[in-house]
């Protein structure tokens, strides 16, 4: 009888995610590193959904419909975007330089 | 094409005459300074903080110009942002631009503001004479932004 894939090993993605201006502000931190479970494609939304989870200031200001931008290894990003083991992944306010 | 993120102030006519670079070819420059008002939403600012996210903000900018490079007829482009403890009447930003006749000039150095605005990593912090507050983006950046 053939063998099902195991997928009780399934790997573990592990992500920087980097805080900026008031969202660090807010959380208390500037970055963690994140383990996600790769068995389902993680991508940004998959890490905001994550924290969101945390409830107190994560839940609110992830709350979706709160402006947060995001970008990956330095690009800006959508929600929607993959993300792959060793990426930064940033989250932060909408920007206001200039 | 120069993008220069930076903690000290900057001098326009330094800069622009390196710009030029003596190109005989060039027949209009554009630029644009934006600098710290004192006064915020009714609030009087005693003092600005400018953050921005190392390692992104270069290749942000250098696209920008990019762009700009690829949609107008332009000779050159400089972009120098600062950032760090600013006070009331300091510059923070300068966009010139070089071409051959005003027009591509003009309007590359609004397209390269409008897009800064809206993608490239600066945040403000302000300093209030009693606390601080953070800038909140405008949606009128976004509209400026989506015109191009």
């Not at chain 1, 963690?32 to 389902?40: G, Q």
Request: hydrophobic content about 45%; some cysteine; charged content about 25%.
């Amino acid at each position: 009888m053939a063998r099902m894939p195991d997928t009780s090993l399934s790997t573990r993605v592990s992500v920087r995610v980097v805080y900026l201006a008031r969202l660090r502000d807010v959380f208390g931190s500037s970055g963690e590193t994140l383990a996600l479970d790769d068995s389902n494609a993680p991508s940004v939304d998959a890490i905001v959904r994550a924290l969101r989870e945390r409830g107190g200031a994560w839940a609110h200001e992830l709350a979706p419909d709160r402006a947060v931008r995001f970008a990956v290894n330095h690009r800006l990003a959508q929600r929607t975007q993959a993300v792959a083991d060793g990426d930064e992944v940033a989250i932060f306010p909408p920007v206001t330089g200039g | 094409m120069t993008v220069r993120v930076q903690t000290a102030d900057f001098d326009i006519g330094a800069e622009i005459a390196q710009l030029r670079g003596g190109d005989p070819g060039v027949g209009a420059i554009a630029s644009f300074i934006g600098t710290v008002r004192d006064v915020n939403d009714a609030s009087t600012i005693t003092g600005l903080m400018l953050e921005h996210y190392p390692g992104m903000t270069e290749p942000a900018l250098e696209e920008i110009v990019a762009e700009a490079r690829s949609r107008f007829d332009i000779c050159d482009a400089l972009v120098i942002h600062r950032v760090g403890a600013l006070k009331p009447g300091d510059q923070i930003v300068l966009v010139a631009i070089t071409s051959t006749h005003r027009g591509a000039a003009f309007e590359a150095c609004e397209f390269v503001m409008d897009a800064l605005k809206t993608r490239a990593p600066f945040w403000k912090k302000e300093r209030l004479p009693d606390g601080e507050r953070w800038v909140e983006a405008r949606a009128s950046d976004d509209e400026a932004a989506r015109r191009w």
